[in-house]
Nanobody, 117 residues
Framework: QVQFVESGGGLVQPGGSLRLSCAASRRIFSFYVVGWYRQAPGKQRELVAA???????NYTDSVKGRFTISRDSAKNTLYLQMNSMKPEDTAVYYCNAESSGRPVYDWGQGTQVTVSS
């Protein structure tokens, strides 16, 4: 089992930026696609950005050009740089490994992101 600890969320104004971090308890980046998910109130959890073991990245259309996913394999840490943020980015953000479209491990506590003026 792998535990995830997400951090870096907070309140930001529209157009602002935040950088999220996700610390994994074991090395997983060489074996799995790892991604950032978010869940807004009343909505299903969605995958917003992912990075494959080889380093290629993928983003959902709503965040393309605004969000950047990266990782530090030596620190077992995943990052999400969020720029030009919008109110619709408001959600709890989680990280997890993904296999065949499904999350691999139990979810962490997530980090709340609120975009509001």
């Amino acid at each position: 089992q792998v535990q995830f600890v997400e951090s870096g969320g907070g309140l930001v104004q529209p157009g602002g930026s935040l950088r999220l971090s996700c610390a994994a308890s074991r090395r997983i980046f060489s074996f799995y696609v790892v991604g950032w998910y978010r869940q807004a109130p009343g909505k299903q959890r969605e995958l917003v950005a992912a990075i494959a073991a080889g380093g290629s990245t993928n983003y959902t259309d709503s965040v393309k050009g605004r969000f950047t996913i990266s990782r530090d394999s030596a620190k077992n840490t995943l990052y999400l740089q969020m720029n030009s943020m919008k109110p619709e980015d408001t959600a709890v953000y989680y990280c997890n490994a993904e296999s065949s479209g499904r999350p691999v491990y139990d979810w962490g506590q997530g980090t709340q992101v609120t975009v509001s003026s």
